[in-house]
């Protein structure tokens, strides 16, 4: 029997996240483990009128491309996904692992080659993106995988990721749009900043934002969602900042990060652990050493760390930014074979300022209007 949360997520996915309409040219990747949501999503998108094709992955071949692939092959870029990135409207990624660490051992200036080798198509997607001609979602089917990084049984961390994305409400299309407009409070407050600051442990950041746009996201390209983002000012960029979770990219986890930025670009960085693959990255290529995105997490469903992006990068009352290409919605230029989330948590002493005026403290924004804690008041 298909949970019903399941099928609503797909409702949610296809009619509202990607807006699918008759005639639309659908791709869908996904692991194999997320068959059953994207069973559902295949069904959502056939009723809406969608011309579909599907591409699941399986276990293992990532281990065997990093442990054999020639250099040749590594610098590889294929043109099928050209191809494909040209002519799709719109594009749905479901996320699963069967074991988050596979990669873990692979050879980080191995993996920077092959990311390298992306950034081509990755331009082009987003690209098509930012002038609406081209939708995208993307979303985590919940595994063990998942759950025993996030230190939760499966159940667990089912009702999380579900919570997450509000699909126990009634109505969560309904939800999204009430979230929607709270956030699109914050973004027009922020539309007016020229500079924004984050204080806290070990951090004292400063990024320019001017002429910049922010975005509001609402549920339209990550599910669950819940930030708002701009991209920085590619050299305006000066101090220091120290992350507190883990950073976790392509299935390698780097603890203790903490980078300082003169005019943009990272000056230094440092790890507790992972330090070579953290400079491997940041020695991608020319953009990989200045910062693509700047964003605050505003969904305060969601409370705790879990070892994975797509949530830690969201929980109401952080901040965080990425190393690598930026968005071109957003007026930013920086182009990379690289986009890595690292997330500041502000809940606990920490402070963000919009051109010297306190907007956020310890991880509660002071104008009622824009998103607060769930259940909680002032």
């Not at 000066?238 to 986890?253: C, K, L, M, T």
């Not at 989330?341 to 002071?366: H, I, Q, S, W």
Request: proline share 3%; aromatic share 8%; net charge positive.
């Amino acid at each position: 029997m298909t949970d019903p949360r399941v099928v609503k997520l797909a409702d949610l996915l296809i009619n509202y996240s990607l807006r699918i309409r008759k005639g639309d040219k659908l791709v869908i990747n996904g692991h194999y483990v997320a068959a059953p949501l994207m069973r559902e999503c295949y069904r959502a998108a056939l009723l809406a009128g969608a011309n579909i094709e599907v591409n699941a992955a399986i276990d293992g071949l990532g281990e065997i491309f990093y442990r054999h692939a020639s250099r040749r092959q590594l610098g590889y870029a294929s043109p099928f996904a050209k191809f494909r990135v040209e002519r799709i409207d719109a594009s749905l990624g479901i996320w699963g692992d069967v074991n988050t660490k596979s990669l873990t051992n692979a050879d980080p200036k191995k993996m920077a080659l092959a990311a390298a080798a992306g950034k081509a198509v990755r331009k082009r997607f987003l690209q098509r993106a930012s002038k609406g001609e081209l939708r995208w979602v993307g979303t985590l089917w919940p595994t063990q995988a998942n759950a025993q990084d996030a230190e939760m049984s499966l159940a667990e961390y089912e009702q999380f990721v579900f919570s997450a994305g509000h699909l126990d409400d009634a109505d969560p299309v309904a939800a999204w749009k009430k979230i929607s407009l709270s956030q699109k409070a914050l973004q027009a407050a922020l539309n007016k900043a020229r500079q924004i600051r984050i204080v806290a442990e070990d951090t004292d950041l400063v990024l320019g934002v001017a002429g910049r746009k922010w975005i509001n996201c609402d549920g339209h390209e990550n599910f669950p969602d819940g930030e708002v983002f701009t991209g920085p000012v590619q050299r305006e960029v000066n101090g220091h900042i120290r992350f507190s979770f883990p950073a976790v990219h392509a299935g390698h986890e780097v603890d203790g990060v903490s980078l300082e930025f003169k005019n943009g670009k990272v000056a230094a960085a440092r790890a507790d652990k992972g330090q070579d693959f953290l400079e491997a990255m940041i020695a991608m290529d020319k953009g990989s050493s200045y910062l693509g995105e700047l964003a605050l997490g505003v969904n305060y469903n969601i409370t705790r760390y879990t070892k994975n992006t797509l949530f830690d990068e969201k929980i109401g009352g952080t901040v965080h930014v990425a190393l690598g290409a930026g968005y071109p919605e957003t007026g930013s230029a920086n182009e990379s074979g690289l986009h890595w989330d690292m997330v500041c948590d502000l809940r606990t002493r920490g402070k963000l300022y919009a051109d010297g005026k306190l907007l956020l403290e310890n991880g509660r924004f002071l104008d009622k209007r824009f998103p607060q804690p769930v259940n909680t008041r002032r």
